[in-house]
């Protein structure tokens, strides 16, 4: 820890798990105080898209649940091995995802379902010769492939196999997103390819992902003297230029209580700024309401974003990425079941038990359903009588197989319906909705990060000439890493955090699962069997 340090002062907008971290990494690895770092959000509660909230009798809701992996999250765990369980400081989040993961593995049984209700053998992933040749995809450079859709690169049979299908499920994939973000992807996960049939890669938290990893970090942070302020929708950033090019934040424009306020940054200050947002505007709908589609964007962050992209060329195009929310939305459903006979038929099904299973996938299901049971209790203090599952539909504009309704004008009622007829169990339908609450998400940018961009869309981490400023989440540009994951907020964090600091420590290397010759023959064993 330097002077320097100890009288610098960090400014971070947003309170998703990207500042989150970075102020982790500037107490942990900067040595600033941790009194002199303020967290700027507007929401009631931090995490992001890491969330899970609820009650027993209301209903829990998980909006999502990003996938987590060993090999390719190398700075997520980093981060967590440093943060201690709540109620136990002998045991970090990491040894406690380890231990758990240990004792629950994943393989799931069920991954595909077809229309007739039969479970599909998925390891027969359906590749034809001339979708092997079209996977030239992953030697074509960035700047070859641009702003090209994955349709464009691929012929029709590939959509329709069974390795398409998974893919596209487990990561949210549309046909209409960006190649780019599809090469990144086979060349981060190639190791999942010989397990993409069982998901036997996948890594889970013991609860949801925001009382398993979000609290305990903001515990952690508020011991530090971390101070978090909610309620603050911050508008705008001031910033000055030097006569050789440096650029410095000076000022952070916000409002509160319909009051405008700001905050000053001094010279030896630091402001990282979260641009953009996956959940913005997201709205929910119960038994017997639809979720609202919000097109104007009435949250905070997209408009930040694009009042920053204004003042200068590399600071992103946010129109790239929320210009087309029919594109860029989908729809999850949380079923919060009194009466376990879901369950328990569905482990019958499938041979998994509650946590073990994965996504199972309605193939045929014009919505593309996917559903998963998580290993219970999923949300903290979730009584033993009462069970979670959670689902997703990729097609919500698509009338539905039995109630003949798109998923986007269908209640959480008539979603539960339509899962029990893709799962045939029509003999305990009227036990399991009479006992069960269903709360259900629209989320009009959720898929927003994988659209269609040119290589300059996003703006770097670290801006070229800033002296104090870095960009923060989903939306900024990692060469070689994937969005849509945990790993690639904290990596940015940890770089702007390091950059703009002088951290003397290295960020971990993007994980290539080609570099290792063995992973690489597995996969390929595995696209021409």
Request: proline share 4%; with cysteine; aromatic share 10%.
């Amino acid at each position: 820890m330097t002077n320097e340090t100890q009288n610098s002062h960090a400014y971070l907008v947003g309170g998703g798990i990207a500042s989150l971290a970075a102020a982790v990494f500037l107490v942990r690895d900067a040595g600033m105080p941790g009194e002199n770092i303020r967290i700027l959000e507007e929401l009631p509660q931090t995490g992001g898209a890491l969330d899970g909230s609820g009650a027993p009798d209301t209903g829990y809701v998980a909006r999502g649940g990003r996938m987590l992996e060993d090999e390719a999250y190398v700075c997520l765990w980093n981060l967590l091995a440093a943060i201690p369980t709540l109620g136990n400081d002998n045991v970090s989040v990491l040894q406690e995802t380890e231990e758990f993961n240990a004792r629950w593995l994943t393989h799931a049984n069920a991954r595909l379902i077809d229309a007739s209700g039969r479970i599909l053998d998925a390891s027969e992933l359906g590749f034809t010769t001339a979708d092997r040749v079209e996977a030239r995809l992953l030697a074509l450079p960035e700047s070859v492939i641009g702003a090209r859709r994955i349709e464009d690169c691929f012929s029709e049979h590939f959509f329709t196999t069974n390795f398409w299908a998974m893919w596209r499920t487990t990561f949210a994939f549309q046909n209409w997103h960006s190649a780019i973000e599809l090469k990144r992807y086979f060349l981060r996960f190639l190791q999942e390819l010989p397990r993409i049939h069982t998901l036997a890669g996948v890594r889970r938290t013991r609860l949801n992902q925001y009382d398993s990893i979000v609290l305990p970090v903001q515990a952690w942070l508020e011991r530090q003297g971390v101070r978090i302020e909610h309620g603050i929708r911050v508008t705008d950033v001031e910033f000055a230029v030097g006569e050789a090019g440096e650029r410095r934040a000076e000022r952070i424009l916000f409002e509160r209580d319909g009051t405008a306020g700001s905050y000053g940054i001094g010279p030896r200050d630091y402001a990282f700024i979260t641009i953009g947002s996956m959940t913005a505007d997201a709205r929910y709908g119960g038994d017997d309401t639809v979720p609202e589609l919000v097109r104007d964007k009435r949250d905070g962050a997209w408009n930040l974003w694009e009042t920053l992209a204004r003042k200068a060329p590399d600071f992103g195009r946010p129109g790239a990425f929320n210009g087309n929310v029919d594109e860029a939305k989908w729809e999850s459903f949380t079923l919060t079941m009194r009466s376990p006979a879901l369950l328990k038929r569905i482990e019958e099904f499938s041979g998994n038990a509650p946590g073990t299973g994965a996504l199972m996938t309605f193939k045929d299901s014009r919505w593309l359903m996917s559903v998963v049971v998580p290993h219970q209790p999923h949300f903290a203090g979730q009584p033993e009588d009462v069970f979670t599952l959670w689902g997703y539909g990729l097609f919500v504009d698509e009338p539905g197989e039995l109630t003949g309704k798109k998923m986007s004008e269908a209640t959480g009622q008539e979603i539960l319906v339509e899962l029990l007829g893709h799962l045939g169990f029509d003999d305990i339908a009227d036990e399991v909705c009479a006992t069960t609450a269903v709360t259900t998400v629209m989320m009009p940018y959720i898929s927003s990060q994988f659209e269609r961009r040119d290589i300059h869309d996003r703006p770097l981490v670290v801006p070229s000439g800033s002296t104090n400023f870095a960009f923060l989440g989903q939306f900024t540009e990692i060469p070689e890493d994937v969005v849509f994951t945990v790993e690639y907020s904290v990596r940015g964090a940890m770089h702007a955090v390091y950059e703009l600091l002088g951290v003397d420590k290295e960020v971990p290397a993007v994980y290539h699962a080609l570099s290792d010759p063995l992973t690489a023959l597995r996969a390929l064993k595995a696209v021409f069997a």
